[in-house]
């Protein structure tokens, strides 16, 4: 079997990308829709919009990346329960990358917005207007934003975990070369 | 050859006469629609107003009589967003207190070839009023007719959207307004 140590720079660079984006955009989510309508306002969801769809598109080069390589396996000194369970929450975790971005780009086609990505580019909206089904897409795209926070939290504390206490090599896998050891 | 010219000829003179005789002046508000387009972070957006009034006198053997008049309750506003709704009707944008009535009043229609028209007037909004010309197409079918046209203005010669909101970047100053008018013939009086 071809065994690998670490994620190669490619994954790395998707990760924390990925990161960084989710990092900005959901604070600017949370802050925005309590705003009062002001040019502002119209600006921030714009923006929040564009990071996700970039976010989108990210994850669906991380999970070709992901068919087409072979993932660094869990050091052994990790029980099978926990890699199981290590498993189970990166898996959710990609499925989030995709459905958080796809659930706000659905409620903003049902509400009426197109997503004209970074002003230039406009999207197709995948759902005709109908304001009952946006405020319901409100509710699954803030619901999966609530689970995608949790497992971020999980992901970490995880992390931390891993490096404090059990101190195994799971963290500097997923960190650039000349950082990790 | 000349008795088919002639019929031919006959033919036209009966149709114009039949049409001269026609007056378009019953609008028919509830199939009628005012509508606008604007962009918002280049997102393209349309709205409507659901409320209107209009009056017409078309007569296309009389064009120097043809009059127009349309009057829109603003506070009827569909932005597209009901947030946007709230907004619009507020003092920076229309200022549907103060200001609850658009209206544009027909100055002269000109023909311009086929069913295809200019109409010029005063477009009055936010109490402020200047001149527009329309390009207009009339479509009729028996005594049903039907006016179609838009122009487009930029929101900042009326005020329509103050402070903040006069920050181009976000909300464009074009607004394409569309208008769809059915309007029913009578006999014309003698």
Not at chain 1, 95 to 123: D, E, H, N, Q, R
Not at chain 1, 126 to 155: F, M, P, R, T, W
Not at chain 2, 30 to 53: A, C, D, I, R, W
């Amino acid at each position: 079997m071809n065994t690998v140590e670490r994620y190669n720079n490619t994954a790395i660079a998707l990760h924390w990308l990925i990161a960084l984006l989710i990092f900005v955009a959901f604070p600017l989510g949370w802050y925005m829709s309590d705003l009062q309508l002001s040019p502002t306002k119209l600006q921030l969801f714009s923006y929040h919009k564009w990071i996700g769809i970039t976010v989108l598109v990210l994850a669906l080069m991380r999970v070709i990346w992901r068919f087409t390589h072979t993932p660094p396996a869990l050091p052994d000194s990790i029980s099978k329960l926990q890699q199981m369970g290590s498993h189970v929450v990166h898996g959710i975790l990609y499925l989030l990358l995709f459905a958080v971005p796809i659930s706000g780009w659905l409620m903003s086609s049902a509400k009426g917005f197109k997503t004209v990505l970074f002003g230039v580019l406009p999207l197709p909206d995948l759902l005709d207007k109908d304001k009952a089904l946006g405020h319901l897409l409100e509710v699954v795209h803030q619901s999966l934003n609530y689970i995608l926070l949790l497992l971020v939290v999980l992901h970490v504390a995880a992390l931390i975990k891993h490096r404090f206490i059990d101190h195994d090599d799971v963290l500097t896998r997923m960190l650039p070369e000349g950082k990790s050891k | 050859m000349n008795f088919m010219r002639c019929s031919l000829l006959l033919s036209l003179l009966l149709i114009c006469n039949q049409v001269s005789a026609l007056e378009f002046n019953q609008v028919q508000t509830s199939e009628s629609s005012v509508t606008f387009g604007y962009k918002q972070m280049n997102v393209p957006l349309e709205g409507k107003f659901n409320k209107f009034s209009s009056t017409m006198v078309f007569d296309p053997a009389k064009m120097a009589n043809a009059q127009a008049r349309l009057e829109i309750d603003v506070t009827s506003i569909d932005t597209g967003s009901a947030e946007g709704d709230d907004a619009v009707v507020g003092k920076l944008w229309f200022n549907a207190k103060a200001f609850p009535t658009a209206s544009f009043v027909s100055t002269g229609l000109k023909a311009v070839g086929g069913n295809r028209f200019e109409a010029a007037g005063k477009l009055t909004i936010k109490g402020k009023t200047l001149n527009v010309i329309a390009p207009v197409t009339f479509q009729a079918t028996g005594t049903r007719g039907i006016f179609e046209g838009g122009f487009t203005i930029n929101r900042l010669d009326y005020a329509i959207g103050e402070g903040e909101w006069t920050d181009l970047g976000t909300v464009a100053n074009e607004i394409q307004i569309k208008f769809h008018i059915v309007v029913n013939a009578s006999p014309a009086k003698k």
